[in-house]
C-alpha cells in the first residue's frame, strides 16, 4: 500500500484540558483552538519512585482531554518523537475514513519525526477517547490513552463537570514496568495491571460546590480491565452512554448490581452534589478477586446551591439515521479462538507474537498483511443487522470505527437500545445490532481487549 496524500486546509479545533473539574464558566467561554499533539517519553510518580518509560502527551502529566464543538472544524497535528511507529484513533467518532488512524487501512504509520494532521468536523457531542492505532498495545499500556469531549451546541445547565479516565499500569514496587502483557493474559481475559487509577492518580478528589450539578463523564481506556462501577447512594442519573444521549430512565448501578464498563465503553452520569460541606460521591469500583476500591471522589465544598436534577435540559439527539429493520439485511459474526496457529505480520505496528483469537474463524494476519479482504461488505445506505456471537469463556468489548449501532437483542439477558459504539459481548452471549451504513470507507472492527485484537481478534467493514 503506497503512502497516501492528504490535504491540510486550516481549521478551529480543540482546547486542551487537564482531567479535573472544570467550571460551567470554563466550558463555555473557552474558544477552541487547534491544537499541536507531541507523544513523547514521560516521567510520573504512582508512587514513592518515579516511573519511567511512560509515553505520553505531555513530560511530566497523563494525555490532557481535549475539547471540541459539534459542528465545528478541529485541527489536531500529531507530531512523533519517538523511535515507535504511531497513528491516532479517535475512538468513537463517525469522521470521514482517512481521518480514523488506522495504519494501512486509513493512513501509514507516524514515524519518528513525522507529522501527520488529522482534520474533521465532529457530528455527534458527548464523550469519546483517544489512542494509537499502531505499536498499540506498548503505547497504551505505557499511557497514551486520553479522553475528547465534544460539546453541545447549547449549554444543559451544569455548574462544573469532572472527567475520569480510568486505567491501570503493570508496575513493580520500585515503579519500574512489569512486562505489559502476557501470553497467557491474551489466551484468556487479557493481563491486568496491579495499579489502578484515575487520570493516573489512586483515587483522587474533586471539589464542587454544595447541591450544585455536575457532569461526571466516566471513560474505561484500560487495554483490558472491565470495571463494575457504582455511586453508592447519590442522587445521580445516567444521560449519556458512549457519547450518545439516553432518552430513557436507566436503573442506577448499586453494589449488588454494578455496572460493568467494558474497554473503550462511556458513561456520563448527572450528579447532585451533597448539600453540606465535606460530603462526598463515591466512584467505586468491585474488582473480582480485589477489595472494593474508591476510584475518585466528588466532594462538596462551600454553602449548597440547592440545585435539582430536574433543571437539567436534556441533551439534544445526534443526528443518527434510524435503521430500517424491516428491510434489514443479515451478517453474523463469530468472535473465538483461532483454529490455527502462526506468528502475525507486524508492517511496523507491532505483534506480539502470538495467533490466539479469530473473527468467522479465521484470525487477522496482521495490519500490513496483503490479501486481507474485509469482513463484509455493506453498501452505503442500507440497513443492517450484525448478529455478534462469543464462542469464548472470556468477555469481549467488540468495536465498530466509524459507525454507531444500537443493540436488539441478547440471548442471556435484557438490553436497553441505546446508541454506541462498542458492544460488551459475556461468555456465550449473541447480541444482534442493528446500523445504517452510512460513513463510507473501511471501517476496523474488532475487540478492545488489545490483547485479543493484537492476537488475531480483528478484520474491518467495507462500506461502499
Not at 241 to 263: E, I, S
Request: charge should be negative; include cysteine.
Amino acid at each position: 500500500m503506497k503512502r497516501r496524500d492528504f490535504l491540510m486546509a486550516s481549521g478551529a479545533a480543540v482546547a486542551g484540558l487537564s482531567g479535573a473539574s472544570l467550571t460551567a464558566r470554563d466550558l463555555w467561554a473557552a474558544e477552541p483552538a487547534s491544537h499541536d499533539l507531541r507523544i513523547q517519553p514521560a516521567t510520573y510518580a504512582f508512587r514513592d519512585t518515579p516511573t519511567q518509560g511512560l509515553i505520553s502527551l505531555s513530560p511530566d502529566a497523563p494525555p490532557p482531554v481535549l475539547r471540541g464543538k459539534r459542528g465545528e472544524a478541529m485541527r489536531l497535528a500529531v507530531h512523533n518523537t519517538t523511535p515507535d511507529y504511531t497513528a491516532m484513533h479517535w475512538h468513537g467518532l463517525r469522521i470521514p475514513n482517512g481521518m480514523d488512524g488506522v495504519p494501512y487501512l486509513t493512513q501509514m504509520p507516524i514515524g519518528e519525526g513525522e507529522t501527520f494532521v488529522y482534520e474533521f468536523t465532529p457530528p455527534d457531542a458527548g464523550t469519546y477517547w483517544y489512542h494509537p492505532h499502531c505499536m498499540t498495545m506498548s503505547q497504551m499500556a505505557h499511557g497514551l490513552t486520553g479522553v475528547m469531549v465534544i460539546d453541545e451546541d447549547d449549554d444543559p445547565g451544569f455548574d462544573s463537570e469532572s472527567v475520569i479516565n480510568l486505567r491501570d499500569f503493570r508496575l513493580q514496587d520500585d515503579g519500574r514496568f512489569l512486562p505489559y502483557y502476557t501470553a497467557r493474559g491474551a489466551a484468556r481475559g487479557g493481563t491486568h495491571g496491579n495499579v489502578l487509577t484515575a487520570n493516573w492518580q489512586q483515587g483522587p478528589i474533586y471539589d464542587h460546590g454544595s447541591g450544585t450539578l455536575v457532569r461526571l463523564r466516566v471513560v474505561n481506556t484500560d487495554t483490558t480491565r472491565i470495571y463494575r462501577l457504582h455511586l453508592g447512594d447519590a442522587l445521580v442519573r445516567i444521560i449519556a452512554w458512549d457519547g450518545h444521549p439516553v432518552d430513557q430512565d436507566l436503573p442506577l448501578p448499586t453494589k449488588d448490581v454494578p455496572m460493568l464498563v467494558g474497554p473503550g465503553q462511556r458513561v456520563d452520569f448527572a450528579v447532585q452534589m451533597p448539600e453540606h460541606e465535606g460530603q462526598v460521591v463515591e466512584l467505586t469500583a468491585e474488582l473480582p478477586g480485589r477489595r472494593t476500591q474508591v476510584m475518585a471522589t466528588l466532594r462538596s465544598l462551600g454553602a449548597t446551591s440547592a440545585r435539582s436534577l430536574a433543571a437539567l435540559r436534556p441533551l439534544a439527539k445526534n443526528p443518527l439515521a434510524i435503521p430500517d429493520l424491516d428491510t434489514a439485511e443479515l451478517h453474523e459474526f463469530v468472535f473465538g479462538w483461532t483454529p490455527e496457529g502462526g506468528v502475525p505480520n507486524d508492517g511496523y505496528c507491532g505483534s506480539l507474537g502470538y495467533s490466539f483469537w479469530s473473527i468467522n474463524r479465521t484470525p487477522w494476519a496482521g495490519d500490513a498483511a496483503e490479501g486481507t479482504g474485509p469482513l463484509a461488505t455493506l453498501e452505503r445506505g442500507k440497513s443492517y443487522v450484525l448478529r455478534l456471537r462469543n464462542e469464548s469463556p472470556n468477555l469481549h468489548p467488540i468495536h465498530l470505527h466509524g459507525l454507531a449501532f444500537v443493540p436488539l437483542r441478547s440471548n442471556l439477558r435484557t438490553l436497553p437500545q441505546l446508541w454506541t459504539d462498542t458492544a460488551l459481548l459475556l461468555k456465550d452471549e449473541i447480541i444482534e445490532i442493528a446500523l445504517v451504513a452510512d460513513n463510507p470507507g473501511d471501517w476496523a472492527f474488532h475487540c478492545h481487549v488489545i490483547e485479543h485484537q493484537k492476537t488475531g481478534l480483528a478484520g474491518y467493514l467495507r462500506v461502499t
